[in-house]
């Protein structure tokens, strides 16, 4: 019984640690310099994301970060991927709110 609980958690553990992305972020992350560029060049082609507020409620959905930094789905196969660095600002702009500055 011991065994399969370790076993268990250790699975979990596993698990967890394989779908999340956690950078360290140090730098200031700018809608207006940084995402939006980002946008423009990998996402706006297919998708509508010409507002803040329209990259502000795929921020808080969940969807924007589940698809370009958990997933790497977004942009698809035979467009030009982002770069780790670029997946970086995406989530830290995210994870420090999603602001419009």
């Known amino acids: 019984m011991k065994k399969n609980l370790i ?8 698990v967890s640690s394989c779908r ?17 560029p980002l946008f423009d060049a990998h996402c706006n ?3 509508s994301y010409d507002t803040y507020q329209e ?14 930094i958990n997933t790497s789905k977004m942009p698809p ?5 982002l770069t780790l660095k670029e997946r970086k600002k995406i989530y830290c702009w995210i994870e420090s709110g999603a602001l419009d500055n």
């Open 7 to 14: 076993f268990i958690l250790l699975v979990l553990i596993i």
């Open 77 to 81: 196969e035979g467009e030009k991927r």
């Open 20 to 36: 999340k992305k956690h950078w360290k972020c140090d730098e200031e992350v700018s809608y207006k310099n940084d995402i939006q």
């Open 45 to 47: 082609k297919c998708h």
């Open 55 to 68: 990259a502000q409620s795929m921020a808080n959905s969940g969807q924007l970060k589940e698809a370009t």
